[in-house]
């Protein structure tokens, strides 16, 4: 085994750098990546639904929106798990940590008549839930035509 130990001019070998070391911070900066890239399609609900288009300014969104979507089938989803009518208050209420004051998110589609759409409104209404926006696309506004004389 050799080593050698030569300071001849008091300069030292093993001297501090004066660079900054990124490699670490790349490093970081890639985990947080792929963490946000895989976590930002699950805060998302991905029911295929045709929703219709409005004008209207849109809302700032809570952090944990409550999204409560009535496919053209007619089938009532919370989330993306299809429930029951019957059951859409008591599955409502079972979610943890959110109260009856919060917001509900009515995401319908075009193809639901009506009727189908204001008894979902009217289940909600009677099971507590008082404060519920309509989800709809944002779209352009029309100009109106001339009415013909």
Do not use: W
Not at 52 to 77: E, N
Not at 107 to 132: C, I
């Amino acid at each position: 085994m050799g080593a050698s130990i030569s300071d001849l001019d008091g300069e030292d070998e093993f001297g501090e750098t004066h660079e900054i070391n990124v490699t670490p911070f790349i490093d970081v900066m890639l985990v947080l990546l792929i963490i946000f890239m895989i976590a930002a399609p699950l805060s998302t609900v991905d029911l295929p639904v045709d929703l219709p288009s409005s004008t209207a300014t849109p809302q700032k969104k809570p952090d944990k929106p409550t999204y409560v979507t009535i496919k053209s089938d007619l089938a009532v989803a919370i989330g993306e798990n299809q429930v029951k009518r019957v059951d859409l208050v008591k599955t409502l209420d079972a979610t943890p940590d959110q109260g009856k004051d919060r917001r509900i998110f009515l995401r319908a589609d075009k193809a639901v008549p009506y009727g189908e759409l204001m008894d979902v409104l009217e289940r909600l209404r009677s099971g507590g839930y008082l404060k519920v926006a309509l989800v709809a696309l944002e779209g352009v506004a029309e100009t109106a035509a001339p009415a013909k004389p």
